[in-house]
């Protein structure tokens, strides 16, 4: 069954979160405010690591397990995908802060955004096609939105007049 039509409980979510920054955490969000993110789009008991890493270990995770020689803002590693679900989300700060300032959105909100979508994947969301990515990126709206956050999908007007790009 896909996490899309996966039922969701009727109680709260249990999380074991343990937070980790990989530098210094100043000018990062709190553990509090992870949990809060991690919880709004939890559907299933779950142990979690979320690690705010650096460029260099972002940059050395995505080309170890994706092949990719860049650092990228959220990778998931999923280790058991059955309740209770166990994974690592790892966000890299640097490329977490320079999409921020690019979209010019608050960085907590880009944290959230993030947070939120690496859960998602944690739970099977995917946006491998156009159908999954509608299904995942609607979840993700609904999340923020109960979040007080704005629609991360929203389309903006990008440098140039009158240049609209979808935000991602």
């Known amino acids: 069954m896909t996490a899309a039509r996966r039922p969701r409980p009727l109680r709260r979510p249990q999380l074991s979160l343990a937070v980790q920054y990989a530098g ?7 553990r509090a405010h992870f949990r809060k993110w991690v919880h709004a789009a939890l559907d299933h008991d779950a142990r979690i690591t979320l690690r705010i890493v650096g460029q260099t270990e972002g940059r050395a995770l995505n ?6 020689d860049y650092a ?10 059955r309740p209770p679900l166990e ?5 890299c700060a640097p490329v977490v802060a320079r999409e921020a300032r690019a979209l010019k959105t608050p960085i907590a909100e880009r944290y959230a955004h993030l ?6 994947h944690l739970q099977g969301y995917d946006h491998e096609n156009n159908a999954n990515a509608a299904v995942m990126e609607r979840r ?4 923020m939105a109960k979040l007080g956050y704005a629609d991360p999908y929203r389309v903006i007007t990008g ?7 979808k935000v991602r």
């Open 24 to 30: 210094s955490a100043r000018g990062k969000p709190s």
């Open 63 to 68: 080309r170890g397990y994706r092949n990719k």
């Open 72 to 81: 990228t803002n959220v990778l998931t590693f999923v280790f058991h995908d």
């Open 87 to 91: 994974g690592d989300l790892a966000l």
């Open 115 to 120: 947070t939120v979508h690496g859960v998602l």
């Open 140 to 143: 993700e709206t609904q999340i």
């Open 159 to 165: 440098p140039k007049q009158g240049v609209a790009r």
